[in-house]
């Protein structure tokens, strides 16, 4: 008869995404009175995908009409001067070229737009969380303080709420903007040569395996700088505390 030895359930990809977004939704409304600049970052963050998407496009049309599908250098273009020359084919091929910088620049103006919004929208979270936070602990009894540390209950309210800015800003902007930007991306690879793409989409998986060990030791060392940090203010609250 077994000793009681309990079994870790295994949990699937559901419930994994399910608990793992279990604090992320209550999170997410703090952002509810702010949800007019949140839902406009959410939209330049859809809009940077979709013009992300455009510019290998625009970069093909380039290169298709001024090389005739040869490789873009200079000794191409000394080789077909003489396209120049064809009359209206220069108009066509000065609004093609000028596409490529109006593309990037408003690429630009979305992603800066896309930054602000989040940017502004998690600063005001974090203020509010700050404040609940501190009125949350002036309210608890003499006990607590006796038993807690300053220089912790310090920490909790500065250092850990930044990990919530930096949360709500990264995975804000980056869970919405970049699977737009890969969907467009992989779109425009499969109207380019789709032959290709596929080959490439096929090997593209053994790319994921180093990534997600360097990511979990990128986590596990993240953790601990907030630790050490945190130990650290501690640390130095006592120290000058303890000199006065």
């Known amino acids: 008869m077994s000793r009681g030895k309990t079994t870790k359930k295994r949990l699937s990809f559901w419930q994994t995404l399910k608990a793992a977004s279990g604090p992320y939704r209550r999170l997410y409304s703090y952002v509810r ?13 859809f809009a940077y995908g979709g013009v992300n998407s455009l510019l290998p496009l625009a970069t093909a049309r380039v290169t298709s009409t001024i090389f005739h599908g040869a490789a873009p250098n200079p000794m191409a273009l000394r ?15 000065v609004l093609i070229c000028l596409a490529i910088p109006a593309i ?12 602000y919004c989040m940017q502004w929208v ?31 209950l310090i920490s909790r309210i500065t250092n850990e709420t930044r990990v ?19 969907v467009g991306a992989i779109g425009v690879l499969l109207l380019m040569d789709w032959k290709f793409t596929v080959i490439t989409l096929i090997l593209f998986p ?3 395996l180093p990534l997600r060990y360097y990511g979990r030791r990128a986590r596990k060392a993240m953790r601990g700088q ?18 006065r």
């Open 104 to 115: 990037m620049a408003l690429r630009s103006l979305c992603s800066y737009g896309n930054s």
């Open 164 to 182: 919530v800015q930096m949360a709500l800003t990264a995975v804000s902007s980056d869970i919405f903007k970049q699977p737009v930007t890969i």
């Open 122 to 152: 998690s600063n005001k979270v974090v203020t509010d969380l700050r404040a609940q936070l501190f009125n949350k602990m002036v309210r608890l009894s003499m006990d607590f303080f006796n038993r807690m540390r300053s220089g912790l």
């Open 226 to 243: 907030f630790e050490g940090m945190g130990e650290m203010v501690v640390t130095m609250q006592e120290t000058f505390a303890g000199i």
């Open 79 to 93: 080789s077909n001067l003489g396209v120049l020359d064809t009359g209206p084919k220069v108009n066509s091929i």
């Open 206 to 208: 053994t790319c994921l």
């Open 33 to 45: 009175p702010y949800k007019g600049r949140f839902i406009l970052g959410l939209l330049l963050g």
